[in-house]
């Protein structure tokens, strides 16, 4: 994502924010170390137009419930209301296909309770993607997902209809739908779901 920000012609700068340094230059890059737990010390930083949020994990990864909660919710909700306050205008991020507050699977109720949230937020724009199972490259290795995309892969074909938009999309084509919903600037609250994203991306 950030690659396609940097390339595009639409933006004159970009500014992320980062735990580690990711040790990318460019000239319209400028990079924020922070600490995601204290947004006092970042949130004057969250300028611009667009904020894109693309942070999540696993429960397994980190670590508990508790765990994957602050990065899945408190992280997004926190970067949301300190750029809300600061007038950024539109607000985009990605969530998982059948996001639901009221869903029984702790993940999905996760994200479903980050999309009422910003639902709730002061901003012009906010677009939520919701792509369904990942495919392309990660930093750590998941063999469940590797298995379930594997299968999703090659049953592809079976996604027809109303289950088109269960079908495995591409990281890259979820990353060029963020950068394409952004320049629709569509007023209020719009999800969009996987299926969507494909033609979008295409």
């Known amino acids: 994502m950030l690659e396609l920000l940097l390339d595009s012609n639409d933006y004159e700068k970009v500014i992320t924010f980062v735990?580690?340094?990711t040790g990318i230059k460019h000239p319209k890059l400028t990079q924020h170390i922070v600490d995601?737990?204290?947004?006092?010390?970042?949130?004057?930083?969250i300028t611009g137009d667009d904020f894109f949020c693309t942070i999540g994990t696993t429960i397994k990864k980190a670590g508990s419930k508790e765990a994957f909660r602050k990065v899945d919710f408190e992280y997004p909700s926190q970067f949301a209301?300190?750029?809300a306050q600061n007038k950024v205008k539109q607000f985009l991020i990605v969530s998982s296909l059948g996001a639901d507050l009221n869903s029984g699977n702790f993940?999905?109720?996760t994200k479903g309770e980050t999309e009422v949230f910003l639902k709730d937020s002061d901003f012009e724009s906010v677009a939520v993607l919701q792509p369904s199972l990942l495919l392309g490259n990660r930093t750590e290795f998941r063999l469940g997902e590797k298995i379930g995309a594997f299968f999703m892969k090659t049953f592809s074909f079976i996604f027809l209809g109303k289950?088109?938009?269960y079908k495995p999309i591409e990281s890259t084509a979820v990353a060029k739908a963020l950068l394409k919903v952004a320049q629709r600037n569509d007023k209020g609250f719009k999800t969009y779901e996987?299926?969507?994203l494909q033609q979008i991306a295409s």
């Open 19 to 21: 735990k580690r340094d």
């Open 36 to 45: 995601f737990d204290k947004p006092e010390t970042y949130k004057n930083f």
């Open 81 to 83: 209301s300190c750029a």
């Open 107 to 109: 993940y999905l109720k």
């Open 163 to 165: 289950l088109k938009k």
């Open 194 to 196: 996987s299926d969507t």
